[in-house]
């Protein structure tokens, strides 16, 4: 099985409530753009975290395929707790420590554990040949995490544009970034 991942495009920053920020106009250009990269990928089914720059950044390549959009919370982002203004400096605290977390957030341990369950949910669920899963920096860095066992880290996160997409091919369990 081949699985394509897809980081979400350009996120508004000016939302501070994460599940309704949507994308930039940049953001939504770059997803337009994105939807012709899987024209020929035979792509059979689509998931998605159910927060909106998720779904904008997947919904003209669903729309392109003529694909419904399974929307699935375990693929969502981790709960931060609060709006941090220097998001790299508690991004490097949780790497450094994944049971690291702010009061009513989430440790890196505790999202890796849901991601982890979800993509199992998922592919244990399909027959098909081509997935593309949509989400979450951080969410899909620690899923990588998981599948490369411990190789994809904190300086490949910090790698990770808006949008990336990254190529899983489960038989070979290679993890392929293309740009």
Excluded at 79 to 108: C, H, M, P, T
Aim: proline share 2%; net charge negative; glycine share 4%.
């Amino acid at each position: 099985m081949k699985i394509y991942f897809v980081r979400h495009s350009l996120r508004d920053n000016s939302v501070k409530e994460d599940v309704i920020a949507p994308l930039t106009k940049e953001g939504l250009n770059k997803a337009e753009a994105l939807a012709s990269f899987f024209d020929d990928k035979n792509i059979e089914q689509i998931y998605a975290s159910p927060y909106r720059r998720v779904i904008e950044t997947v919904l003209p390549t669903a729309k392109r395929l003529k694909l419904l959009i399974n929307k699935d919370e375990g693929l969502r982002e981790r709960k931060i707790g609060r709006w941090v203004e220097d998001f790299y400096e508690f991004a490097e605290k949780q790497w450094r420590d994944f049971d690291y977390k702010l009061e009513n957030g989430e440790s890196l341990n505790e999202v890796q554990d849901r991601i982890v369950q979800a993509y199992h949910r998922i592919i244990e669920n399909n027959e098909v040949q081509t997935l593309l899963i949509c989400g979450h920096g951080t969410a899909m860095s620690l899923l990588f995490n998981h599948l490369t066992n411990g190789k994809f880290d904190y300086a490949d996160f910090l790698q990770m544009k808006m949008p990336s997409i990254y190529l899983y091919e489960t038989n070979t369990q290679a993890l392929t970034h293309i740009q």
